[in-house]
């Protein structure tokens, strides 16, 4: 049955917080009443419809959400929900299925949508653990090493907008 107001929550992971922003876009473009909340700020899942999403590093989702995905299994399988990922790139697309995929086969249940974010890398907020990771991710993939940004808001914001169908 379709609410009026349906109770919806972004609930995001994110470490340099791009994937926060992301999550912010999507959400202003969601009707109903909106939280977008990080996942260790999450005290119920009391909503009509929930959207997840995490970045990428060195290929897996972010271990916060992971253990919300687990901790919370049961609740999410029978929950109406999207979910996506942000990543260094989303051109190739090898690439976004393997991210996908990282983040989806950990997810129970149905999934109505799904999408891959291109993110941002500022080098001077990394460890020169992180910088070697990351780089060492981007040469594999025939990128440019060092810091870039490829927020683009205006695909998050018609990703929030095409979740509008399912509420
Ligand atoms: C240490 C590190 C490892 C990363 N590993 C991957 C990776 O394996 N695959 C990928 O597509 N992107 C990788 N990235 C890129 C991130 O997913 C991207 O920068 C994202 O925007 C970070 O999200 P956040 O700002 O919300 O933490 C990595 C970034 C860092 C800093």
Redesign the pocket.
């Known amino acids: 049955m379709k609410r009026v107001t349906p109770d919806v929550l972004v609930a995001?992971?994110?470490?340099?917080?791009?994937?926060?922003?992301?999550a912010r876009w999507i959400g202003k473009e969601i009707r109903g009443n909106v939280d977008v909340l990080d996942v260790e700020q999450i005290s119920n899942l009391n909503y009509d419809y929930v959207i997840l999403g995490t970045?990428?590093?060195?290929?897996?989702p972010?271990p916060s959400m992971s253990q919300f995905v687990e901790q919370n299994s049961g609740q999410l399988e029978n929950k109406a929900k999207s979910v996506f990922?942000?990543?260094?790139?989303n051109e190739l697309r090898s690439?976004r299925e393997q991210?996908i995929q990282a983040f989806t086969k950990i997810i129970p249940g149905e999934i109505n949508q799904t999408a891959v974010f291109?993110?941002?890398?500022d080098e001077q907020e990394?460890s020169n653990?992180?910088?070697h990771?990351?780089n060492s991710?981007l040469n594999s993939?025939s990128k440019p090493v060092g810091s870039y940004t490829k927020?683009n808001e205006k695909k998050c914001r018609e990703f929030g907008k095409s979740l509008n169908r399912f509420l």
Not at 55 to 60: A, S
Not at 118 to 121: P, R
Request: proline fraction near 3%; charged fraction near 25%.
């Open positions: 995001y992971a994110s470490k340099h917080g791009s994937t926060e922003k992301i970045p990428i590093y060195e290929h897996k972010l990922v942000v990543a260094s790139d690439k991210n291109a993110g941002e890398v990394l653990q992180e910088q990771s990351v991710y993939i927020l």
